[in-house]
């Protein structure tokens, strides 16, 4: 449910609303599925929805979506300071629904610390070349 979520977020971010297709298309499932899930997080009171209607998020789904977002956004851009090249996406995808919201925490300061300090990621680097001889 929090990929249904993330994604509504993000689309309701840009135009203030999203509907079933269009959900159903960017997560790559059928629209039965989209709904049955869209229900339930309308059950949670984290979206408004009606049938055939448009999709809103309340204040607490913003709130939560937006966590989402900067979660998958944390763990992208480790990946990325780690390194790792190939697959990106759908490791993000992997790791970022098994981290604790202390995890989350500490990689985005372990990310703003290479961001701060560029010269030792580069080492981090160095020593990742030097560990594979």
Same mark, same amino acid.
């Given at each position: 449910?929090?990929?249904?979520?993330?994604? +509504?977020?993000?689309? &309701?971010?840009?135009? %203030?609303? +999203?509907? +079933?297709?269009?959900? *159903?298309?960017?997560? /790559?499932v059928q *629209?039965?599925? *989209? $709904?049955?899930?869209?229900?339930?997080? $309308?059950?949670?009171g984290l979206?408004?929805?009606?049938?055939?209607?448009? +999709?809103?998020? $309340?204040?607490?789904?913003?709130?939560? %979506?937006?966590?989402?977002?900067?979660?998958?956004?944390?763990?992208? $851009?480790?990946?990325?300071?780690? %390194?790792?090249?190939?697959?990106?996406?759908?490791?993000?995808?992997?790791?970022?629904?098994?981290?604790?919201?202390?995890?989350?925490? /500490?990689?985005?300061?372990l990310n703003?610390?290479?961001?701060?300090?560029? *010269?030792?990621?580069?080492?981090?680097?160095?020593?990742?070349?030097? &560990?594979?001889?």
């Open positions: 449910m929090e990929d249904y979520l993330e994604m +509504i977020y993000r689309t &309701c971010k840009k135009q %203030g609303y +999203i509907r +079933i297709t269009n959900l *159903a298309q960017q997560l /790559n *629209a039965s599925s *989209a $709904t049955k899930t869209v229900q339930k997080l $309308t059950e949670m979206l408004v929805y009606e049938k055939y209607g448009i +999709i809103q998020l $309340t204040e607490e789904g913003k709130r939560i %979506g937006d966590y989402l977002l900067k979660r998958h956004q944390i763990v992208e $851009t480790f990946l990325k300071n780690i %390194g790792v090249k190939d697959n990106i996406l759908r490791q993000t995808e992997m790791i970022e629904h098994h981290l604790t919201v202390d995890t989350v925490s /500490n990689i985005d300061l703003n610390f290479f961001e701060k300090y560029p *010269a030792i990621r580069k080492q981090f680097f160095k020593y990742k070349k030097d &560990c594979r001889l």
